[in-house]
Structures are given as C-alpha cells and as structure tokens.
C-alpha cells in the first residue's frame, strides 16, 4: 500500500489491518448497487476497464449468482490499494448502510467535490431483501396473501402499528413497498418482532407454505438468518440442537411448534414443550443404546439410567463423567419448571430473560449429550428404537 493511499485511510483502520479487513468485508456484504448504480460508479472514477456489462461483477450480479459478493469484494480489495476515493465514495454512499463502521469514517466526512451523497434514500442490503421477498411473496408488489385493507389490520392488531402512514409510501404505495420501508424506518428489534409474527401468519394463515419441505427450510434458514442480524446479542442461542431425530409426524409438529414460539420471541410459553421434546430425545438414546425405561419415569430418572449406561459401555474420562452427572440435576429442576411454571398447567410462567436461559441451558445439555453419544456409539439415527415398556 503506497504512502499518498495510507494518508487517506482512517487512522484506526491504519493501526488495526483486522479491523480494515473486517470493515472492507462488511462492505461487501452490504453494498446495495445495481446495475446502474456500478456503471456510473465505474464512469465517474474512470473504473471502466473493471466494471462494464461484460465483467463478472455484473453478469454474477444479473443472475443473481453467489459468486456476486466475492466479486464486489474482490474489487473493494483492489480499490484499497489503487483508488481509495473510490473506496471512500463506496463507504459513505447511503446505499452501503454500512453502519458496523459509521463512527470510524469520521476522518472521511469532509466535504469535497467527489464524494457527495447523491440521494438521501435507504435500500435494504440485497440478501436481506431476497430473503424477505422470498418469504412474504413480495416479488410482484404483494404480501402474502394480503389486501391492502387486511395488512393494515393485520399490524394494527398485532403491533398497534398504522401501515398506511405516509412516512412508509416514499418507495411507492404497494403492500411490499410499504414493508420494505418499515423494516428500513423502524427499530432493528421492532423489526424482528414482526418478521418474526409474520413468519408465523405466513405458515399458519395464508397458505402460503411451499410444499417442498427443502425449499421451505432453505427460505426460513435465509429470513432468520437476517432476523439474527437485526436482533444482535438478544437472539437465542441453542436452536439448532432442537431437530428432528427420528421419522415421526408428532415429533415433527412439537420441533415445529418450539420453533414457532422461539421465532416469535415467546420463550417461557414453549417451556413444556421443551420438556416434552428433551423427554423424547432422552427415551429415544436410552432405548437406542440397549436401556429401557417405564412410561411413568420422569425425564431426570431416564437421563440417569442413560448416563449409567454410557458409564459401562463408553470411556469417558473423569471430567466427562462428572460432567454429564451434573445435568440430572439440572433436568430434576426443569421437571419442577415444567409443572409448576409453564402452561402445561395453569400456572404463572416464568419471566422471559430466565426462560431463555434456561432453554440455552437445556439446549447446550441436549448438544453435550448428543456429541458424547455419537462419539462414542455413532449415529444413534440408524438404529431402530425399541418401543416403551
């Protein structure tokens, strides 16, 4: 890197190469251009060589291809080294949103007569806009299957929100551009929320389900993958370790409906089904693995007899053994949670920030035991279980 590009870097970017790269990788990610957008970019700073209608930039950008951000990012990477006012055009230009970085740019604010922000409107970052069109049916200006008349009821009740206020119409008056300009004016976690309580609408009200399972997944996977980044720290940890272990339609609905109340952010409400589910997943290992266990156990005896039963068939070492041991307790406790403090009965629950402590607790147990079981006896999934006694 030449000395004239270092002086033109934020000092902090200077003294922090990690940092740059992060900065640099964000930006890439984020960068909402289209076609138009490069090809003036690529004029206004003589880039045409670089950037024309045939470069791979634009063809992965046309069709949509993965290969798209590695494109964008490998440009950003030269420009660093070759051109860095156009590196700082890309950075301050609204279209970025690079906000992860926003406060270290200062040095960049100055005002000259090439980097001028050209319009003051927003645009959701181009994966984040896929996603949410994907999983709403956004692409011809519609929202599930909405009326005007019902999406405005639909966040009036839900959210005690008015989508027909003005500030929402700067993009246009369809459903999906109201939408796109909530999701762009209004709080990161409010935004969530209703992502979240639509994804809900959308399986359970409109119809709007694919029938391919796969395909379904993949879309979920794509929305709340954003959702994760408009929620930060606060989303929950642990998911993951709540699948489907075996072919069965009632354990599919139960991990679906965990899901659903995890999704829309109601944690102390699916406590008993957590224990439901950590009670099926613990009588399906111990069954699998040569134990057995009557229907009246509760979920802490047969978690007992199961890590008796990796004691005598496993070499576990002694941290390992204390380990595992300790979780009975921990699952002993949570059969009192079940009872007493979640709607398995009529109960009180439990606050919100403690029942999504105690799901990631459950939930890095559900993880330990499963790594501990497939370590030490494979794939637990291809042995057939044997029914309860």
């Not at 069709?63 to 440009?75: A, N």
């Not at 639509?198 to 979920?220: F, P, T």
């Not at 919100?352 to 494979?378: H, P, R, T, V």
Request: charged share 30%.
């Amino acid at each position: 890197m030449s000395n004239s590009t270092k002086q033109t870097i934020p000092q902090y970017f200077q003294s922090n190469p990690l940092e740059f790269g992060r900065f640099k990788a964000d930006l890439a990610t984020f960068l909402n251009f289209d076609e138009s957008d490069w090809m003036k970019f690529s004029v206004r700073f003589g880039l045409q060589g670089r950037i024309s209608e045939n470069s791979r930039l634009l063809k992965s950008l046309r069709f949509r291809d993965e290969d798209y951000e590695t494109q964008v990012l490998l440009l950003i990477e030269w420009l660093a080294v070759n051109n860095i006012v156009a590196l700082r055009y890309l950075a301050l230009t609204d279209s970025s949103q690079c906000f992860l970085h926003k406060e270290l740019l200062n040095p960049w604010e100055e005002p000259d007569d090439i980097v001028q922000k050209e319009s003051k409107k927003k645009f959701l970052p181009r994966k984040a806009e896929a996603a949410i069109d994907d999983a709403f049916e956004m692409h011809g200006g519609y929202v599930l299957n909405f009326s005007d008349a019902t999406m405005e009821r639909w966040f009036d009740e839900e959210f005690s929100l008015d989508l027909g206020q003005e500030k929402y119409r700067r993009l246009g008056g369809s459903k999906a551009k109201r939408l796109r300009e909530f999701i762009l004016m209004e709080e990161p976690k409010l935004v969530a929320r209703v992502l979240k309580r639509l994804w809900i609408y959308r399986i359970e009200e409109s119809g709007c389900r694919k029938q391919d399972e796969a395909e379904e997944e993949n879309i979920r996977n794509k929305l709340f993958e954003y959702i994760r980044h408009l929620e930060g720290d606060g989303h929950i940890s642990g998911i993951d370790a709540i699948e489907v272990f075996q072919e069965c339609d009632t354990l599919n609905e139960l991990v679906a409906s965990i899901h659903r109340d995890l999704e829309a952010g109601r944690i102390a409400a699916g406590l008993d089904r957590l224990h439901t589910y950590a009670t099926k997943r613990f009588s399906y290992l111990l069954t699998s693995r040569g134990g057995s266990f009557t229907r009246d156990e509760p979920l802490h005896s047969r978690i007992g007899k199961y890590v008796k039963l990796l004691e005598r068939e496993a070499n576990l070492n002694e941290m390992t053994k204390k380990m595992l041991k300790s979780n009975i307790g921990i699952f002993d406790q949570f059969n009192d949670v079940r009872n007493n403090h979640s709607l398995a009965h009529d109960n009180d629950l439990v606050r919100e920030e403690e029942a999504k402590y105690m799901f990631e607790c459950i939930s890095a147990a559900l993880i330990f035991f499963k790594a501990i079981d497939e370590a030490n006896f494979g794939d637990a999934q291809e042995i057939v279980q044997r029914p309860e006694t």
